[in-house]
DNA sequence: TATTGTTATACTCTATAACTATA
DNA sequence: TATAGTTATAGAGTATAACAATA
């Protein structure tokens, strides 16, 4: 066989998953230490610049359930770094605000992960900055996106509705072409 | 307060995730038949193009553990998309070969996905080619990237040492700065 | 009635450990 | 003894459903 039309290298999205738990492992020095590990970083990013109203909205940003939040947020609340207000114009939501000690836990692992970020993307020399201002402009755009209007589905053949079973111990039907 | 220093959009790992889960959410229609979904999708993509010469080094490529592995290439070999191949020169290998089904289902399926990426990166224009070219750069040199030598590690001041507890009922220690 | 957040529970996904077979 | 793959099981992570409080 000659050279492959297309390997896995070519998969944009196996090169975001390799790239994503790259940062990832990369990360984890930095903030392992604080419940929720990226993530519970990431509320706590959100509670010191007062990036979401509510949790629900938190919620959807950081693409988990709101239940998955509430435990998220517990952690970091008895840690002391974060704590919920009551919003007094509607009080079913809570305001998540970073305490004073909170405060400051973020402000050094920002710094902290300002240079494993720039080791990260050392492979890319002076490129670095084009690639963050790209996928920052990426992520911010994401929303448009709507797969339901994607034309690839009608692209793709009609094929026999075989739902994905993910059970394990199940005989699925073999996959027509 | 002011214009905060460095909003939740300005995280590397948060955009990352952002794009990665749109990746998903995106692409779900066109693989979400396959066993596995997106990974099933990578390991035929490997199976195609004899990528991984045996399981081991396919659950690295894929950053998953070999246990996982073997479950998934069993839901893909009873659809009749792979098919485990001893290797003759040591019998404990297994080489993960696509079958004549499986290859004609990722051609189709990977022609799919070229329209769905390319929706995906519309809002870039004409960067699009430079956002793939600098991910697969990234992606093809992660494993250059060592944590442990990091030096964002000592950069970050001491703190007393308190583990991540993620077990829900715990009352973990508070952070000090 | 609808929405926000919480809690309990069930489910899915993943990893650990032990095993077989090959080397 | 060490490694590749499998299996059973335990564990972590996530989502569903029911609930209380508020709108």
């Known amino acids: 066989m000659s050279t492959p039309p297309a390997a896995i290298d070519a998969d944009l999205g ?7 738990r790259s940062y990832l492992k990369a990360v984890e020095a930095v903030v392992s230490d604080l419940p929720g590990g990226p993530r519970g970083y990431q509320v706590l990013t959100s509670a010191v610049h007062d990036g979401a109203g509510n949790q629900a909205d938190l919620a959807v940003q950081l693409g988990i359930d ?5 435990y998220l947020i517990d952690d970091l609340e008895e840690c002391g770094l974060v704590e919920r207000q009551a919003d007094p114009r ?3 939501r809570r305001r998540i605000a970073a305490t004073h000690n909170g405060t400051t836990v973020w402000t050094q692992r920002c710094a ?3 240079h494993v970020e720039r080791h990260l993307l050392g492979s890319l020399g ?4 084009t690639f963050r201002l790209l996928l920052r402009h990426l992520a911010a755009h994401t929303d448009e996106f709507d797969p339901s209007t994607s034309e690839a589905v009608e692209h793709l053949e009609r094929l026999d509705e075989t739902p994905n079973s993910r059970a394990r111990r199940r005989k699925p039907d073999p996959l027509s072409p």
Do not use: F, Q, S
């Open 14 to 20: 196996w090169a975001l998953g390799a790239v994503y």
């Open 126 to 129: 002076a490129d670095a900055d």
């Open 66 to 70: 709101r239940t998955v939040l509430t």
């Open 90 to 92: 509607d009080r079913r």
């Open 112 to 114: 902290a992960l300002e």
